[in-house]
């Protein structure tokens, strides 16, 4: 059934959002991101990769937090357990680890002098240790970043005591997403776009679905349900303290391309598997500040993509992008989802063109605020969390 949907209506669902614009010199403001770096980097939980990202022991990725000047280590232990460290060796600070991902089954060892760390982060040996002033390497190990697993994503907290765990930081996105089958869905493509954008510039961009008729009429065309004035309304909207999620609905009449026809429409027999998390057919979680999971159907089953929006400075981003699919059950499915994978290359690709575009106008000062309306109101929400933690305005 075609849900009701009324102008205006996220402004009476949450009036404490207002409806005032929103100020554009948190986009561009060096002062601003120095903020971010101090009150919201550095104190809250980050999403850094999944656990399926290091499935054996001695498997490990390197993440690096530029905008907090850190290269966090994560690493699985022989034990099993995941754990996360400062990726620098406690001789003389150099980078330990130096690929993106790799395995070091039992021990990682600096190249500058070989120390040797085991997959707990002890130090274990010193080369001509004898020749060193009352060194007890017990008391040089690495660095613990504090590190905790929810739903298999890797989180880390890069101040030494978190005020909340990762569970109580999550809330209700955690209470509404326990249990998601996640590790069905297998990755399957990455990509990592290089923005010259502030990171919000680029998140906000893809928290709203306002722009969908207009920047990507020609790909996404009538694919989600339209009013009678041919816009796209939220099906539902939920606040989570610091988080978000917004619902959209398929539209079941869409006409589809030959070739989208050929693929999609009728069906080959496979059960339709659908996950109860799902408040709607498109849900689109904001985990504050950085992290977002969308969850849709592609085919006769659900799918997720991630992003990450890591900020490399105050006017350049990189979005990581990745997507994941349960094992095809035939070669229609797969089809399906290598059709899919294509076109959203193709609309995040005007996406990322968007951004830049933004950016610049942004940064031009030419406008003191950006206006919002109701269908918007996850990015108000978004703005009102970050000012919340940043204190940029209240401050003065």
Known sequence: MKTVVRDKQWAEKYPGLGTEPVPTEPYYSDEHFALERERIFRRCWINVGRVDDIPEPGDYFVRELAICKASVLVIRGADGVVRGFHNVCSHRGNTLALDERGSCPGSVYCHF?????????????????????????????????????????????????????????LGGVAIQLDGCPFHEMKLVQTYKV???????????????????????????????VKNDR???????????????????????????PPLEGLLFAGGDGAPVIRIP?????????????????????????????????????????????????????????????????????????????????????????????????????PIRHFHKVLEDHVGFYRNG
């Open 194 to 224: 290089d923005e010259r954008a502030n990171w919000k510039v680029a998140l906000d961009a893809q928290n709203e679905l306002y722009h969908l008729p207009f920047q990507h009429r020609l790909i996404v065309g009538d694919a989600f």
């Open 230 to 256: 041919g816009l796209i309304r939220f099906q539902d909207v939920n606040l989570y303290n610091h988080h978000s999620v917004w619902s959209a609905e398929n539209n079941p009449a869409r006409t589809l």
């Open 277 to 377: 998390q799902m408040i709607g057919e498109f849900d689109f979680f904001v985990v504050f500040p950085n992290f977002v999971l969308l969850l849709f159907d592609v085919g006769n089953s659900t799918s997720y993509i991630s992003y990450n929006f890591w900020p490399l400075a105050v006017d350049r981003t990189t979005w990581e992008i990745r997507m994941h699919f349960r094992d095809p059950r035939s070669t229609r499915e797969r089809l399906q989802q290598e059709y899919f994978k294509c076109v959203i290359r193709d609309a995040l690709q005007e996406d990322a063109f968007a951004h830049e575009n933004i950016h610049a106008g942004l940064a031009s000062c030419a406008k003191p605020h950006v206006i919002l309306q109701d269908e918007e109101a």
């Open 113 to 169: 002098h070989n120390w040797i760390y085991s997959d707990t982060g002890d130090l274990i040996r010193v080369p001509d240790e004898e020749n060193f002033f009352g060194l007890d390497k017990r008391d040089h190990g690495l660095t613990p970043v504090n590190t905790d697993i929810w739903e298999g994503f890797v989180f880390v907290h890069l101040a030494p005591e978190p005020p909340e765990t990762l569970r109580e930081y």
